[in-house]
């Protein structure tokens, strides 16, 4: 029994771990552009990335928490959510459409805004992961997010001023996204232990 519900936790830090860094590449590239152009650009960046992290967060805990309502045999039809737009980012990528860059730059120049406008994929991956998931293993999801985090602030300080690191995360973070978006969405999909009946 304890050697299953360790590894349901491993398994959605992982899936947290997963959807931070899988949906957030695009980020650290639009970041990478503008905080490369402030004198204090990474710590801008790296705070930006933090408080975008929570906002999403508290967002997707919400919406998991009114989907609740839901009789808990259907919530796991929310697992179409990311699984629809992992296969629509994927299409759009493979017809060579919208790229990290393409974001809509906020009004001041606003990071935070920009990667909370840039995070609708995280949010529609998350929230129906929390959905599913029974409440006491919800928190290896926020563990795995906020390890995730960590990872992309650190990578966005090395990434900056590193031409090749970004061309990398350019040329493949646009399949990245869609591939953790379905693997999520067939997840899901599978009614696994971690859900709540």
């Known amino acids: 029994m304890m050697s299953g519900l360790l590894d349901e936790m491993v398994t959605l830090l992982a899936a947290g771990l997963a959807i931070t860094l899988g949906t957030n590449l695009d980020n650290i590239v639009v970041l990478t552009a503008l905080a490369g152009t402030l004198a204090d650009g990474a710590r801008q960046g790296r705070r930006a990335l933090w408080i975008a992290a929570a906002l999403v967060l508290a967002a997707a805990w919400v919406l998991s928490l009114l989907a609740a309502g839901l009789p808990a045999h259907h919530s796991r039809w929310m697992g179409l959510v990311p699984l629809g737009l992992g296969l629509f980012a994927g299409w759009r990528a493979l017809r060579g459409g919208a790229s990290a860059d393409e974001a809509p730059v906020?009004?001041?120049?606003?990071?935070?805004?920009?990667?909370?406008?840039?995070?609708?994929?995280?949010?529609?991956?998350?929230?129906?992961?929390?959905?599913?998931?029974?409440?006491?293993?919800r928190l290896a999801i926020v563990v795995g997010m906020a390890m995730g985090t960590a990872v992309l602030a650190a990578v966005l300080g090395r990434v900056l001023g590193h031409d090749r690191l970004r061309a990398a995360l350019e040329r493949h973070g646009a399949w990245l996204a869609p591939l953790i978006m379905i693997c999520v969405g067939l997840y899901i999909l599978a009614d696994t232990g971690t859900d709540l009946v």
Do not use: K, Q
């Open 106 to 137: 906020a009004a001041g120049g606003s990071m935070v805004a920009l990667l909370l406008v840039n995070s609708t994929d995280t949010l529609a991956t998350l929230t129906p992961l929390l959905a599913e998931t029974a409440s006491p293993l």
